[in-house]
């Protein structure tokens, strides 16, 4: 049983770490943080957790999270920075569902959320908590960067690929759609039923937040800089991510082998047998990842299609998967759930 | 441990009755069956149960069921009432999610479904799967009906007024909208996405098949006939029923009492606060009915909100806590799940 | 050819004003105010119109609406109150959109919209710009205060029942569902599309602005006060309203020749033939009503589905309508369109 | 003022054509048929028709199209093969809007559409009815072939780059994402509310029938074959296609002004300015596309997105174009829609 701090509970990755952790066998919640909604049940602003946890919204100041075995930071950019340090020096376990570490680069970081960075001195040492990668860094890892939702769905999908070296590294295509609960639980006209509903774009075609992520994740296994075009778009439902990759072969390869021996042991990466078409609501509302592989008209294009639930595998389930990994815990713990179908 | 079969299980209900059952820990799956599917596995035709359950759809003559503990019908109306009788004399316990059972009045129900009943005389044997009027009589019933997702909705949000004879018991309003799933998983044109989607419509003004169930129930806690006026509506949502009831209060009561003393022991009712106004999300993939009573200006009318998700308390999940009673599990065995939400 | 201003051209109400005044013939677009977004071409705003309409929105104090022969207020609630009077003065004709002007009495306007009016001598003059009631009023008026959406839905559907003295007027029942843009053009959590989405809910069961508004026509038409119960609901659409409105039938009427009857001249309701039941999409886009009546099982209540756009018969088509006969156009110029389906 | 039939007027394709014909004011309506529903009221199927159509579906046998001066074909593909050449004997112009005449290459044709061609002869007579790359063969064109949806988005975003030179031919991408209405109106399970809502999935990676007609057309300007990996999705709206296509620049261009100058005179393209990202709903209900081009981050590969109404410019309003174009009618007659927003 570990003690756990959550800061900034108000959104919806703050509400989807409540929901996994609420029924965790081993995690007691000692606090969740919001300056705000300080004495405010959390109930009251989730009636979805009503009768499964009661707590209220405490303010910052009187969290004591420095007790905690464990803290997430479900804020946003800029905020764990600032705190983790403090923490971190008490002993206390920290990890970031923001994108505080995620950059190794930190003038690239500064350049892409266009802050200074607090605490660049913390980057070298944090774990970017994608753990089919990583895992046994994340094992003693005391700050792990929970990667973003649109870098997990597109690295998953080409890691097999550039892994083997069978793909041209410079003409990588990610043509992603997310479901609106990415842009967060925030007051904003784009985003309104009446704005993102029976509707579809893109956004963000010139440059994304998640476009040097995504290339530091992939570089690090193709062993050299990658060309990357990523092209994100608004899609409307609620939950899900689809990334749809495409890549020029430069050899042969068996490619449904190839990714089912990559994912074969990793719990949550299903690859779905040849043909096949995964759909987002197939991982609604939990950790897994599914992928399939196609070469269509055997020509030397690969397509990849990878759907992930952005709430899920690309936040809060993924930084469940880390704290169970960092602890001990088995991988799965309070994360065997049946997606919601339909 | 008990031996399930499920007979039809390619529906909604179906698929449902699988996500909640999968990880029941004192359910053997032993059989799911299918005319039209048998052989197909089970993960094949609904991927969101890929890694979760190992099974193929068999076919009935295939499918021993007599050697079961229980078994769920899932099918449409009519199957139950032709096979339920051998597997009770087989000392098989049966739950039947439609309707064969629901009636007492065997003309009634020939009038409303338009069939010859097969089987009246097991009607009068058969509990109405309602927990919350007939637990103790479930803990012993070998056949139940479980009720249907409007009649779920609507009677819990009347149970109180009526035993306590607080309303008019000849003029009730319920005015009901169902989120597209209840329609099931057939194919049909009026449920398609581009018809149903971005619309809003009543349906069967004239007499729904809910409208004899309900009447029924009510008459139960009222001991004497209602008149009810019953107008179902579909509504572009997946998941979710929203009842809106209305009654004449004939004597004053406190309503906000009277609500809470009625559920204060009932794990899967939540009467919420004074003002509030439950939404179906945040019930949305859980077994609870969430309500809330108004009388708006002080008049004499009173507002009951009622919501359930039309799968789960409204079928599926109501089913797997009648199971739970029928063999002495704790109620919400499988069922203490946090809704989905966003 | 009338010259013609809108004040606030960024919200809903606005952009579909201008949907419609941009094919109307006998319309010149003078000027659309905005303070925040003055000198921001329309069309950069609403890219829908682009190849339209070519304006630049303009600060209300360069825009010279006095010299407009009307000006419409698609503003907040309590703009109009403020600006109307000089522009009346100047002799230019005023709609408004919002609320400003609808409510009689000034007390109870001022209770429900929370500010002291800032214009009450003009209350008494003003139109209610509902033309199914008001037309010859209309014809000759200065100044119109336009409908709400659910009150045109509501009080259309009541009309001939009241008008017939058919039904009690103690305890009428209008259980309304709207789409979402009838909260607006505005960044708030709650509408989302995230947090309305795949949701139902009922709002301001407690009292609803409309509320009072609706009371006032109901009782205008059936000579007494009248008893009301009003809950709206907010579902997951983006247009349209639908109204069940439900009351006690006092003597035997032939319903549906009473609804035929009262609207056959109506070039904007469409009663439908008996036992049918409209769909929100099925005036989507276009300035219709559509109603049907239905007595369930014979019994004595009357049951009146009424659905409406409501950006247009709810907002920005009735006040086109109410241009039309203000200046002697014919009523329906502009305003015969198709609605779009699917 | 001309006399046309539509043959299979129930399908989404043949209720968009009635929508925009109905105001058309050089068309009059001689028949609609059908045979599953001959002698129905077209507006007791499609009640937006209500007050604006006063037609029965009638008989093909009874139809006598033969008198027309124009027969539009909205059926599925292999009718209007069977059909139109007694309709061009009789000097009937015909535009079909499956695609019976789309490919010129007919074994190609018999091999996507898994049939024999029932009347090869015609093909090489049918012209292609994309305005924006024939409209001079359209105007004296007796057969025309109206684009499929995706081909007509795909092939607008792709010609300026081909026809400049631009781009590698050999490694075209496009990844184009649909509403669910370009499924059709038939009963079909994947395409139900309560399957394709909340939900995100590509399909027919391996291969799709639009991919050879694309092909085609690229070739037609690119002058040589060409290379196309061609990946359809299916999103959670009703209306609309956004195409984002990518290709590899060969050589230096101003893409901006490329575009701007290849659609300056197309009265239905619109080309955004830069760095805009065009929504599919600021086309919704409208003939227009609109076009976005983008080079990020200044590399090699050109983005460029492109959006249609697929139920209009990706249909029956390209017919309607087509057909103005046939009669000389002014091009945008009954076209000049504003956009539905929201």
């Known amino acids: ?17 409540l929901r996994l952790l609420a029924l965790h066998p081993e995690v007691k919640l000692h606090a969740i943080t919001s300056r705000a909604d300080a004495g405010t049940a959390v109930d009251q602003m989730f009636p979805s957790l009503r009768g499964l946890l009661d707590l209220l919204f405490v303010h910052p100041d009187e969290a004591h999270l420095e007790t905690c075995d464990l803290v997430f930071f479900a804020t946003p950019n800029g ?22 570490f995620r950059l190794q680069d ?80 925030k007051a904003e006209i784009a985003t309104l039923f009446a704005e ?7 956004y963000g075609v010139a440059g994304h937040r998640h ?3 995504i290339r530091q994740g992939l570089a690090g296994v193709a062993g050299c800089d990658v060309g990357l075009t990523f092209v994100p778009h608004l899609t409307p439902m609620i939950r899900g991510i689809h990334a749809t990759l495409y890549g020029r072969l430069t050899r042969d390869v068996d490619l449904q082998a190839l990714f089912e021996k990559r994912y074969l042991n ?10 096949s ?18 070469r269509p008209q055997g020509g030397d294009t690969v397509v990849v299609l990878s759907v992930v639930d952005n709430l899920v ?8 998967q880390n704290m169970n990994i960092m602890f001990g815990f088995a991988e799965n713990t309070a994360l065997n759930i049946v997606p919601l179908l339909p």
Chains 1, 2, 3, 4 share one sequence.
Request: hydrophobic share 45%; with cysteine; proline share 6%.
């Open 196 to 202: 993102a509903g029976d509707n579809f774009k893109a």
């Open 106 to 185: 930190i003038a690239s970081w500064e350049k892409w959320y266009g802050m200074t960075h607090a605490c660049p001195a913390l980057v070298a040492n944090a774990v970017y908590g994608l753990p089919e990668i990583n895992r046994e860094k994340i094992r003693s890892a005391q700050l792990v960067a929970n990667p973003g939702c649109y870098p997990t769905a597109v690295q998953l999908g080409f890691f097999p690929l550039l892994e083997a070296g069978a793909i041209d590294t410079g003409s990588l295509i990610a043509d992603a759609k997310s479901g609106v609960s990415g842009a967060g639980r």
């Open 1 to 17: 049983m570990i003690k756990v701090g959550i800061v900034g509970g108000t959104g919806y990755t703050g509400v989807e770490l």
């Open 79 to 100: 905020i764990a920075m600032q705190q983790a340090k403090a923490l971190l020096d008490a002993g206390v376990k920290v990890i970031d569902l923001a994108a505080d």
């Open 277 to 294: 078409h995964p759909e987002t609501r197939s991982v609604r509302g939990s950790n897994r990842c599914r992928i399939a592989v196609h």
């Open 313 to 320: 595998k690309g936040a809060a389930g993924q930084a469940v």
């Open 266 to 275: 990793e719990p949550f990466v299903d690859v779905m047998p040849p043909g």
């Open 211 to 213: 476009l040097p992520e």
